[in-house]
Nanobody, 124 residues
Framework: QLQLVESGGGLVQPGGSLRLSCAAS????????IGWFRQAPGREREWVSC????????NIADSVKGRFTISRDNAKKMVYLQMNILKPEDTAAYYC?????????????????WGQGTQVTVSS
């Protein structure tokens, strides 16, 4: 079974950047499409971006398009979310998860299992 652990969150000023990391352990990482999701206090969890198992196909939510980029390194069993031009509305706990292989029209988690996430706070 694949286990995912998020890291890289922190406090950043508006306009700043962060890179989140999702480290995988277990078998068959290369088989799975992986996505990033976020949840702000009082709001439902929403999808942010996902990337196919080989890295050739991605999808990204309109709210972060042009600012966030997803990537993966299968040799290292890592998925990254580069976040630039951060805004206060990006403040949330960010989670990575295995998602359904079809990344369009949106990233859908394969199950309801979530890790501890990593907190991103954008504030001056």
């Amino acid at each position: 079974q694949l286990q995912l652990v998020e890291s890289g969150g922190g406090l950043v000023q508006p306009g700043g950047s962060l890179r989140l990391s999702c480290a995988a352990s277990g078998l068959a990482f290369n088989w799975h499409t992986i996505g990033w999701f976020r949840q702000a206090p009082g709001r439902e969890r929403e999808w942010v971006s996902c990337i196919s198992n080989g890295g050739a196909t991605t999808n990204i939510a309109d709210s972060v398009k042009g600012r966030f980029t997803i990537s993966r390194d299968n040799a290292k069993k890592m998925v990254y979310l580069q976040m630039n031009i951060l805004k206060p509305e990006d403040t949330a706990a960010y989670y990575c998860a295995v998602v359904k292989p079809t990344v369009q029209p949106m990233c859908v988690p394969l199950n309801d299992s979530w890790g501890q996430g990593t907190q991103v706070t954008v504030s001056s």
